[in-house]
């Protein structure tokens, strides 16, 4: 027997992108068309939204236990949470959370250090690129550049618009971020990877929403 997963949803394409990924994945471990059991369980993005824009990570920190709780009674044994930016949150959930979380950059993390990368690039909303999510000495946009990335993921990929002119930013971005050294960088948007991925990026890609699904179908496929 698997355990049970829980996911914290906020935006509609990482979850269904993390979703996704656990469920085709899962054949492989478990037989044809098999998967954990899986429980979603998703507050509006405005809801979030509200909170974020208002610097009250408090504010979203009880919205995520409200899943969880809510998770919690559907049976998950665990939670993971397919958005990086309410990461920050994390820190008012964890001693108050139901069950046990398993943390996206922790995981992406794991899976630098395993590859051997050294200097790796971060890309993702304003909110998580300023914040201490990941480790502080991997490479940020540039001011400008996060404002541009900001929209693009707020105005577009979080809505599933998929546009060229989106690419050649990224690629943009990615760019600069290889020619100061870095060997490697995140995809630290769960919708990102609808876009972007190693094989149009300059650098080899960490996919945080598939890296995270991979994590939880190892961990509910140990029991």
């Known amino acids: 027997m698997s355990q049970h997963i829980g996911i914290v949803a906020c935006s509609a394409e990482g979850a269904a992108l993390c979703y996704r990924t656990i469920c085709l994945e899962g054949a492989a471990?478990?037989?044809?068309?098999?998967?954990?059991?899986?429980?979603?369980?998703?507050?509006?993005?405005?809801?979030?939204m509200t909170r974020i824009d208002g610097g009250d990570w408090a504010g979203v920190g009880e919205l995520m236990l409200e899943s969880a709780h809510k998770l919690a009674t559907s049976g998950a044994d665990f939670l993971i949470c397919p958005?990086?930016?309410?990461?920050q949150a994390l820190p008012f959930v964890r001693a108050r959370s139901p069950r046990p979380w398993l943390?996206?950059?922790?995981?992406?993390?794991?899976?630098a250090v395993g590859r051997g990368f050294e200097r790796v690039g971060l890309t993702g909303t304003r909110w998580l690129v300023d914040s201490e999510v990941y480790p502080p000495e991997w490479v940020r946009p540039s001011t400008e550049e996060r404002e541009e990335l900001n929209r693009i993921i707020m105005d577009e990929l979080v809505c599933g618009v998929l546009a060229p002119a989106a690419v050649a930013t990224f690629q943009r971005v990615m760019?600069?971020?290889?020619d100061a050294g870095c060997d490697a960088v995140v995809l630290g948007c769960t919708e990102i990877p609808l876009l972007m991925n190693d094989a149009n990026s300059p650098l080899p890609t960490l996919d945080?929403?598939?890296?995270?699904?991979?994590?939880?179908?190892?961990?509910?496929c140990r029991s």
């Open 103 to 111: 943390h996206i950059a922790e995981v992406v993390a794991a899976e």
């Open 29 to 48: 471990r478990l037989g044809a068309h098999a998967h954990p059991e899986i429980s979603l369980h998703s507050r509006s993005l405005a809801d979030y």
């Open 83 to 87: 958005d990086n930016t309410i990461h």
């Open 175 to 178: 760019g600069r971020m290889r």
């Open 208 to 220: 945080s929403t598939r890296l995270l699904a991979r994590a939880a179908l190892e961990r509910a």
